[in-house]
């Protein structure tokens, strides 16, 4: 079962760093989208790609935040100048694109960024 | 704003009985709802899904009730099992929202 991998699975860095986060979403899914989850809290929407095209990012990504999924597969999630309020697990998720698949989405296992 | 929340942010419940799960949804304009189970330290993993036009559907040991006219969306777990101790979220999405709002979560334990 080849399901959404995320690398790493954990980061910590200091405040200021620069950090990139990789996922590989299944492999036939052309949707994927970035999510952010702090402790005790749901999910919070980042971004999504449709193939390569990044087609909806949220209030939430700052100027410091850029994702790119260059040839429609994998997607990088880039940090610069990390900030402590940073810290939370970033979730990658892939659907179907096409119908009611595409609301499917199958998660990540995550990575867990800590900021010190 | 418009929120997905839940009713109870704990629940414990004895092996072998049935658990219910509830969610307030305020967006009467969204169609499709899925809940979600995750585990400490994973991602969240597909439960069901169910769309607005029904009000009721059924997995293995899962059912979701779909109660658009008081906006309330519940998960039932028949014959719960150690395995089930997870945190459970409901989402929804809105016609041509094409992303999921989660919920905050509900943490349920099987006692054993």
């Known amino acids: 079962d080849t399901g959404v991998s995320q690398n790493p699975r954990h980061k910590i860095t200091k405040r200021g760093q620069n950090v990139t986060f990789r996922c590989d979403p299944i492999?036939?899914?052309?949707?994927l989208y970035w999510y952010r989850q702090t402790l005790g809290q749901g999910p919070e929407f980042l971004t999504y790609?449709?193939?390569?095209?990044?087609?909806?990012k949220s209030r939430l990504l700052s100027d410091r935040f850029s994702a790119e999924r260059p040839k429609g597969s994998f997607s990088t999630l880039e940090i610069q100048r990390t900030e402590q309020g940073d810290s939370a697990m970033y979730l990658c998720?892939?659907?179907?694109?096409?119908?009611?698949?595409?609301?499917?989405?199958?998660f990540g296992s995550g990575t867990q960024l800590s900021v010190l | 704003g418009e929120s997905v929340g839940l009713h109870l942010p704990t629940l414990s419940v004895q092996e072998g009985d049935n658990s219910i799960i509830n969610c307030a949804y305020s967006?009467?304009?969204?169609?499709?709802f899925i809940w979600y189970k995750q585990e400490s330290g994973k991602g969240p993993q597909f439960i069901i899904d169910?769309?607005?036009?029904?009000d009721k559907r059924q997995g293995q040991r899962v059912t979701v009730l779909l109660n658009k006219t008081v906006k309330h969306l519940s998960l039932q777990i028949a014959a719960t099992q150690p395995g089930d101790s997870a945190v459970y979220f409901c989402?929804?999405?809105?016609?041509?929202?094409?992303?999921?709002?989660f919920g905050t979560g509900t943490r349920l334990t099987i006692i054993p």
């Open positions: 790609f449709q193939n390569e095209a990044q087609l909806e």
């Open positions: 998720a892939s659907s179907l694109g096409g119908g009611t698949g595409r609301r499917k989405l199958f």
């Open positions: 169910i769309r607005s036009n029904m």
């Open positions: 989402a929804e999405d809105g016609f041509g929202n094409e992303k999921l709002t």
């Open positions: 492999s036939e899914h052309n949707r």
């Open positions: 967006n009467s304009a969204s169609d499709y």
